[in-house]
């Protein structure tokens, strides 16, 4: 990178921080912080919602994100981005599935538009259970990865990380952001919070 480019995007950042200067409360220590509300159709126990929550919890904090989960509607005690993941039972997946023609092997989908992450918890449970995973540990990653959605600047996957198009169930490798779209996503962050979807 050149001399001016840097200066370039010192500047970039400095406007950014600037002009979120007075959201600073939305960082919990300093960190932008993202309210996911969830939307259990599904059922999912609580307690394996939670270890759920936990890990894509773990993939957030490594890229220096404060997640705060609540239930659908309750209000959260911190401000920053609101955002909704719906976990959808089994009809109401294969609805959506078939509606918008959505490919085999895709465990959810993101609405950019609406800040949704929707979760296809029983092709969670299929995938699991075909390469001996735990269903609370991939409901974290799909979690995390469709999150990883809404909060970054472009609408795409990776070729690396937990961005990547598919969830490779069969390695052991960690599935984190790339230090590129964590930065990214804390400024997207940073600029977008107290707007509640």
């Known amino acids: 990178m050149t001399n001016w480019a ?8 400095f406007t950014i921080t600037l ?3 007075g959201r600073a409360l939305a ?5 932008p912080t993202i309210i996911l509300h969830v939307v259990n159709h599904a059922g999912i126990a609580p307690e394996d919602l939670a270890r759920a929550e936990d890990e894509a919890t773990r993939i957030y904090a490594a890229a220096g994100v404060h997640t705060v989960w609540a239930a659908e509607n309750e209000a959260a005690a911190v401000p920053g981005l609101h955002l909704r993941v719906i976990l959808l039972r089994r009809d109401m997946a294969r609805h959506m599935i ?5 490919a085999n092997g895709v465990l ?11 979760i ?15 269903f609370v540990w991939v409901l974290g990653q799909v979690m995390a990865h469709e999150v990883g959605h809404l909060v970054l600047p472009i ?8 961005m990547r198009a598919g969830l490779i169930l069969r390695s052991n490798t960690d599935r984190l952001f790339t230090t590129e779209q964590g930065a990214a996503i804390r400024s997207m ?5 107290d707007v509640t979807r």
Do not use: N
């Open 155 to 162: 609408y795409a996957h990776s070729d690396r990380g937990i």
């Open 27 to 31: 960082a919990q220590d300093g960190e």
């Open 98 to 102: 078939r509606t918008a023609r959505v």
């Open 108 to 118: 959810g989908q993101a609405a950019r538009p609406t800040g949704r992450a929707y």
């Open 120 to 134: 296809f918890t029983h092709r969670i449970t299929e995938m699991g259970t075909q390469y001996g995973r735990d």
């Open 6 to 13: 840097r200066v370039l995007m010192s500047g970039l950042t």
């Open 19 to 21: 002009c979120t200067a």
């Open 189 to 193: 962050v940073m600029a977008s919070s």
